[in-house]
């Protein structure tokens, strides 16, 4: 079957899956390398562990269960991290444009000022104000030059 580029690109199946490798390939050099070796390890241990099912060795089965255990969950939180990183990276990008167009329509200059108007049009922002601080003194520090 033959499908077209367009019902590819629409499939509503293995969204996660598209999501995470979106992310993936986002995600700076260190993190896709930490992300290389858990399952390189994680491969190495199903091969001791058929290995210690072949000649039925006891100890080694329950250890490499344990440590395949240990090196799935460390999958998990790589993952999770990258996500949490990628997510950031994100809010900073969607916050920025934000303000960057709410300065640029205010005459006021006064910091105090654009962030409380800010936040009366964004309420959502409100447990951010610190990182609305610092992008709103970076986006008045860029308009002066």
Do not use: W
């Not at 070796?37 to 269960?65: F, G, H, M, R």
């Not at 395949?68 to 949490?84: G, N, Q």
């Not at 936040?119 to 951010?128: I, S």
């Amino acid at each position: 079957m033959i499908m077209k580029q367009e019902e590819i690109t629409t499939m509503p199946r293995c969204g996660g899956i598209r999501t995470f490798i979106q992310e993936y390939n986002q995600s700076p050099k260190v993190n896709k390398l930490s992300f290389f070796l858990p399952y390189l390890i994680l491969t190495l241990e199903l091969i001791v562990l058929i290995d210690a099912l072949i000649i039925y060795n006891l100890i080694i089965i329950i250890i490499t269960i344990i440590l395949l255990t240990i090196s799935v969950l460390e999958i998990i939180f790589v993952t999770r991290e990258i996500h949490s990183r990628i997510q950031e990276s994100n809010f900073d990008k969607i916050l920025t444009i934000k303000l960057d167009d709410f300065v640029t329509k205010k005459t006021e200059k006064n910091v105090k000022i654009i962030i409380s108007d800010f936040l009366e049009q964004y309420p959502e922002y409100d447990k951010h104000r610190n990182k609305i601080y610092h992008t709103t003194c970076q986006i008045l520090e860029i308009h002066k030059k």
